[in-house]
């Protein structure tokens, strides 16, 4: 059935380019260290495809949809068996952006946010097309190995030479280079800057196990062994022991993220900055024949770190690790950044007690969650939470087996009762159970054939068993997955368990030895990094993983903004932003912290009405924090003080809550009043309530 070799794609030339024609190899920079040429041509597979667009049939920002066509119906292939590049493009566009913002009447698009919201009267006649060129490349991972990066470079027609402005949108979640198009990436075309898009190393790239089969990075599903454009992902397993494997599990999945066994993220700052030099050097290349063009540097350049979640954490990687001044500032949200362990102060809300265990990695209380948030969300009449709640019981991981003992524990582990108020809805629908098995294989840099915790990933037929997967969800993953399962079909698949998934609606997690095994990854007592190398235990090489990707807060006396929902029931407050702010204070940094009430993590579900009744548009905040960043590098204005902003939800109507308007979501205070500020005193991080 062509199934894969070891070896890894070969850095084959890209055959077929974007109009107008990819560079060139006489195109590829000479070496100079302050706009991109350091050599960074090396890092390049294939070559750099460029594709230009009008702003009417097609765009920068909304690939020609418009304004109004991200409110509509999602764009549709001629040929789901055969989509173009083009059209994988608009799709994963629109399901990009859709997935971050909120896109519902009355939930603030068109008003507080959008492509045409202060983008001036040229934009309107568009309806929020931006005009330009974009760049598509394919960088090679950390010393060439497998966790490739696709970087995006944006340039709007708004773009001045002589006043150049750069932001990076690194991507969210695991989501591919456009993953940041809505948040960062809007905000940097309609301020006329070029914006560095980057998937970080996980984006969408599958492997089909089965058939040979992974992605370009267009999209394209091809072969591997006979594609003439190299891949964006392809695992690494002697044929004979892919054979064994798939003998026993047949149609499974490599993920890129879970599977490159390189541990993408501890390289994530480096990511960001190599996707900056790229940009330099195309910015360079792409003005190099203008009359009066000067060269465009780090020096005369405003270059912002930006994005939120995985791609807010990466930005502030990038400012710890930028020891050659790319970056000026930066501007993130919800960043899921794992600070270093600091119990050199406390963390306290309101009156509440004070909290010295903060800043616990992601991992730590994701695989809580995971395990415990089952039984402590089930309600009378649930018999599958409340099996949970046996088991749990069972193993003596609980000593009453009750909801309340749970929820307890949840609480007692730096959880605010804001973030936990959404915990149960999202372990329903998988997120916590998806993140676990995903980060479990990344930071033990696990191979598929591992079999890590009995996890796999596969479709699941109508009789819940693995089967091959739709070649149409094939085709389109790329435009339609959000780069960790489960997602376009593919679920999470304990195998070797009979008729039993946890990504489909029947059966979320209620597995509890595969959330008890995810866990004892990480409670497991030879945590023992000292030594490193082969031959360890899953559970020490997920330790030093997690060892590798711990944060300094040391952001180089570069201007630092931070924005985050405190219901946010992802990334845990308490273990990020307010964490890694307090250990960047004690580091003297230029830093500040505006957390928001009444905000979550994902606004998109804001669409629901009962969302929308009770929690307001965190992504009104990241512009805000976005524009006095910008404001202060470029004018000179200070960064207004480090506050707890009150927002008013909108509440419920018939048949939907009323519109959000500007009372419900205040601005950030440049002067807030004495009791909204947050604090930092006598080893004391205080957090108003």
Not at 75 to 94: D, F, G, K, V
Not at 189 to 214: H, P, Q, R, S
Not at 377 to 390: K, S
Not at 563 to 590: F, M, P, T
């Amino acid at each position: 059935m062509g199934r894969v070799a070891a070896t890894a794609v070969s850095a084959l030339c890209l055959m077929i380019g974007m109009t107008p024609a990819a560079y060139s190899k006489d195109d590829r920079g000479r070496d100079d260290r302050r706009d991109g040429r350091d050599g960074i041509e090396r890092h390049v597979i294939g070559k750099i495809l460029r594709a230009d667009y009008d702003g009417y049939s097609d765009d920068l920002l909304t690939a020609g949809l418009g304004a109004a066509g991200f409110a509509g119906p999602p764009p549709q292939a001629a040929n789901t068996s055969s989509p173009t590049t083009e059209e994988l493009r608009r799709i994963a566009i629109y399901n990009n952006y859709r997935a971050l913002v909120d896109v519902s009447a009355g939930g603030g698009y068109g008003t507080l946010y959008g492509p045409l919201v202060g983008a001036g009267e040229k934009a309107q006649d568009r309806d929020g097309k931006i005009p330009g060129t974009e760049y598509l490349a394919l960088l090679n991972g950390e010393d060439g190995g497998n966790s490739r990066v696709t970087v995006a470079v944006q340039i709007p027609d708004s773009f001045r030479p002589d006043k150049p402005c750069m932001v990076t949108a690194t991507s969210s979640g695991s989501r591919g280079v456009y993953g940041a198009i809505g948040t960062a990436g809007e905000w940097g075309l309609k301020k006329g800057c070029a914006v560095v898009y980057n998937d970080k190393g996980t984006g969408t790239g599958f492997f089909d196990l089965e058939n040979g089969k992974g992605y370009t990075v267009q999209g394209e599903h091809v072969e591997a062994s006979g594609s003439s454009k190299p891949l964006n992902f392809q695992p690494r397993i002697p044929e004979r022991e892919l054979d064994r494997y798939l003998e026993d599990n047949p149609d499974r999945w490599a993920i890129k993220q879970a599977h490159s066994r390189e541990n993408p993220e501890a390289d994530w700052g480096t990511d960001i900055l190599r996707s900056v030099q790229l940009g330099f050097h195309l910015l360079n290349r792409h003005f190099a024949d203008e009359k009066g063009f000067r060269r465009i540097t780090p020096e005369n350049t405003v270059v912002i770190a930006s994005s939120v979640s995985n791609g807010g954490a990466a930005a502030l990687r990038a400012a710890e690790e930028d020891r050659r001044g790319w970056i000026d500032g930066v501007a993130v949200s919800e960043p899921n950044v794992n600070p270093k362990r600091d119990r050199s102060f406390k963390i306290q809300q309101g009156d509440g007690p004070a909290l010295t265990e903060h800043g616990r990695p992601l991992y730590d209380y994701i695989s809580f969650y995971t395990l415990y948030e089952g039984c402590a969300a089930a309600v009378p009449g649930n018999t599958r939470a409340l099996q949970v709640c046996t088991d749990l019981k069972a193993r003596g991981l609980l000593n009453e087996g009750t909801p309340a003992e749970a929820q307890k524990l949840i609480q007692d582990y730096g959880i605010v009762p804001e973030q936990n108020a959404l915990a149960a809805f999202y372990w329903s629908v998988n997120v916590y159970q998806s993140v676990t098995v995903a980060y479990a294989n990344a930071y033990s840099r696990a191979s598929v054939t591992d079999n890590l915790c009995g996890f796999s990933y596969a479709y699941a037929d109508a009789t819940d068993r693995p089967a091959p997967l739709p070649r149409a969800n094939a085709e389109l993953a790329f435009a339609q997955s959000n780069g960790v399962p489960p997602t376009i079909g593919i679920q999470l698949i304990r195998n070797g368990v009979s008729a039993t998934t946890v990504g489909g609606a029947a059966a979320p997690m209620a597995d509890v030895d595969g959330a008890a095994c995810l866990r004892a990854l990480w409670t497991a007592g030879d945590r023992d990094h000292s030594r490193r190398g082969g031959g360890k235990s899953p559970a020490r090489r997920l330790a030093e993983g997690v060892e590798d990707v711990l944060a300094t807060a040391d952001l180089r006396g570069k201007p630092t903004v931070i924005v985050h929902g405190r219901a946010d029931a992802l990334i845990a407050v308490n273990h990020s932003s307010r964490s890694y702010y307090g250990s960047a204070l004690r580091q003297k940094q230029n830093i500040r912290y505006y957390e928001v009430t009444n905000a979550h993590h994902l606004d998109a579900f804001n669409a629901i009405p009962a969302f929308a009744a009770a929690y307001v548009p965190l992504h009104v905040y990241f512009n805000e924090g976005l524009d006095y960043l910008y404001d202060h590098l470029t004018k000179g204005d200070a960064l207004p003080p480090s506050q707890v902003v009150h927002t008013v939800p909108r509440g419920t109507g018939v048949p939907t809550p009323p519109a959000i308007t500007r009372d419900n979501v205040p601005p950030i205070a440049k002067k807030p009043e004495k009791e909204d500020r947050i604090t930092f005193r006598e080893s004391v991080l205080r957090i108003p309530d």
